[in-house]
């Protein structure tokens, strides 16, 4: 590890994660908030399977059901996801395409030592974006009147932890292969949203139900945390995903001339 | 025995297609040199600077830095080089204290004294973020980061762009006692009168191709003589471009101007046809010299 490296991505990156931690509490506590009143007003959605899949499974009159749609399902991920992957984006290939690693990268550090610093920075931000959700999980919980346990919360920020962190780590292996920042957000995001439609759909279609298995969304709540807890095979993929990444990236950097 | 050189590029070469990049470089640049490093833009320098620190990988042909080989011992390499990248570029958001801080840590070995000395030399702001700053002011603590470390080999391009002149006299100052200190410094730019007052050689680049290495002075030795000749009554030009040594011949009303190469007799007895009311002697600036290698290129 490259402690400096690391300091000063969690310095330029920790601030606005910060703020979007205390933001993502107020949300989630709001969205606790508003079951009571509209909950079971809307009650379980008769709407197509393959909608429903999409909706995590589309049932607002439960509160498990209600926090599993609003915030497991789509929510939780896009946002820890869309932080992983822009703040992976930015800290490789983004300071690569400034020109600020032409200075960096003539002191005495090894290209796969500075992107695995940066990545260690932006572990930390997603777990503070993780923790941020188990926090504003815990409130929003409470004030929708209680009903998922502890643990199955903090198996949903364990497991969005790891998603985040697999994201993040696909788009730091782009950056750091091709010192593209637009690449490897676009490509990383791309995956990531592909996943969630193939989750969705593709247990609808027996043939091609093998194909969830491709998507880090079954690893993250194929399993459902918010009942079944933590999915340790899931996240042992989601880990072994994340490692593989970034021997892709160490090895990407070192092999190709730096831009810019 | 002499000493190995500090710099030793082998055909180093980098072809980005089109003609664009570095072709077969042989290059030596010795301990305790200033050594000027010269080209339009375009030329090939950066890439040739950026080769040396294992920035970018060669097509073909080796370079060894500091007796070391740059793809091999890059790291060790990059300990004991100080850098400065054309077109310097910083962490926007960071004051110049906190880059400063973090180049530091991560070199390790920093003398603080050396670096504050350094801000004090070229009066650099530390307290302003880096998005804040002029092109100058942000070169000024570019060059406290190369130097800092007092290194072996400085390796700078386009140093003094945007510095302001008494800047750039600090800067002189301090190339002079890096070169009496027995370091080495290899300096890029694209303008010959930012290097000629502190190097000891030069190298001339044009279209990625090594044109001429050689002294200052030895530059100015081979460099096309002029004359400017005034007479009693108006003299044609042609007179002199048939004389074989004279490259071009320009009338004035009385006086002749005539460039020339070798010895000035023909010329002087060409000239003593007429009544001659005065000679003087002009001496080709190198910028012109500098100019005529480039000949060809936008310079």
Redesign the interface.
Known sequence: MNWPTAKLALRLRLPAALSAAVGLIAVMAAVGALFPAVGHTIGKLHVPASVSNLLGGGDYGTITGWFRSEIAAIYGPLVIGAIAITGASAATAGEEEDRILALVLAYPIRRSRLVIAKAEAIAVVVLTIAAAMWVGLIIGVALAGGGITLAHMTALAVQLAFFGCATGALAIALAAGTGRRSLATGVAAGVAIAGWLINSFAPLVSPLTWLKYLSPFYYYAGHDPLTQGVDIAGLIVLGAVTLVLMIVAAAGIERRDLRG | MSAPPVIEASGLSKDYGSGRGLFGLDLEVRAGEVFGFLGPNGAGKSTTL?LL?D???PTAGAARVLGLDTARDS??I??R?G?L?G?????P??TGR?VLD??A????GVDRRVRDSLVERFDAELDRPVRELSTGNRQKL?LV?AFMHEPELLILDEPIAGLDPLVQRSFHTLLGEVSVEGRTVLLSSHTLSEVERVTNRLAILRRGRLVVVDSVENLRRVAVKRLEIEFAAPVAADEFRAITEVTEARADDRTVTVSFQGSADKVVKAAAKHEVVAIRPREDELEDIFLRYYQGDAA
């Open positions: 950026r620190l920035l970018i990988k790291l060790e990059r300990r080089v850098f990248p077109d310097l570029a910083l962490y958001k960071l906190v973090y180049l840590e991560l070199r390790g570019g980061q």
